[in-house]
């Protein structure tokens, strides 16, 4: 039997990046999974993918950073396969690489509310039927090594993943009398549509250099890296592990 055979997942953000290498790792594993994305083109691209390498996927529309948008999301998923199992909460963004206070409050507003209250949103419907159908369940938060190890010029980005892994940590305490297990991975820097608000200047392939060189194992983090770690953590073999924050960061904060 595969390693998530008939499992639900949700995965958000899952249009491209590291949502779209879990949403399509788990499909392999036999996940059923919901490709959920602000960008309804991307997300229907990649479920479409999904189905036609036979697995079982549908686009679902969602705003995690409202409250009605996570509400029908969580809905669509119930109508069509009847149960959740996953959540994966990894939609994310983040403001330019540059000094602290030049990040104006509408973008400071914006990072919070799609990488902390997508957490908060995602639990307020997700756990709730967790509760009801009895068997637990599994939330897995994208956290990131800049809420362990930040760096100059990300500050608020930061704020944002270091509250994402303290909260994987105090879900983890709450949840763990209902079989609920919560935990997070924390990539470093990785291969997504991201990298260039990331990256100190202009994207380089200099300044990639200066980043990798950070990085122990001398490279980004890709997709696949951070699907493998979820698929783990969502599984059966991990079925003891709950509040720990994952580095999938090639020995980034050692």
């Known amino acids: 039997m595969k390693k998530l055979q008939d499992q639900v997942a949700i995965v958000t953000g899952a249009g491209g990046g590291f949502g779209e290498g879990i949403a399509k790792h788990f499909a392999e594993l036999g996940a059923q999974v919901v490709v959920a994305d602000l960008r309804d083109e991307a997300a229907q691209q990649v479920a479409a993918a999904i189905e036609a390498t036979g697995g079982q996927a549908i686009a679902v529309h969602v705003d995690v950073t409202q409250d009605a948008s996570v509400q029908a999301m969580v809905a669509a998923t119930l109508a069509r396969f009847g149960r959740l199992d996953i959540l994966v909460n990894n939609a994310g963004t983040t403001h330019k690489n540059q000094p602290m206070l030049e990040t104006d409050e509408k973008t400071f507003d914006r990072v919070y509310a799609t990488n902390v209250k997508s957490i908060y949103l995602g639990a307020r419907h997700a756990v709730p039927v967790f509760r009801q159908q009895g068997r637990g369940g599994v ?112 020995g980034r904060c050692i």
């Open 139 to 250: 939330i897995i938060n994208i956290a990131s090594t800049a809420g362990l190890r930040p760096r100059p010029g990300l500050s608020w980005y930061a704020g944002t993943k270091g509250a994402a892994i303290t909260l994987t940590k105090a879900m983890a305490i709450e949840l763990a009398p209902d079989k609920i297990r919560v935990v997070a991975i924390n990539p470093v820097m990785g291969e997504t549509g991201l990298l260039a608000d990331f990256l100190p200047g202009e994207d380089s392939a200099e300044v990639r250099q200066k980043i990798i060189a950070t990085i122990p194992l001398g490279r980004l983090s890709k997709p696949l890296d951070i699907a493998k770690a979820a698929a783990f953590l969502a599984s059966g073999e991990a079925d003891f592990i709950t509040g720990v924050a994952l580095e999938v960061d090639g």
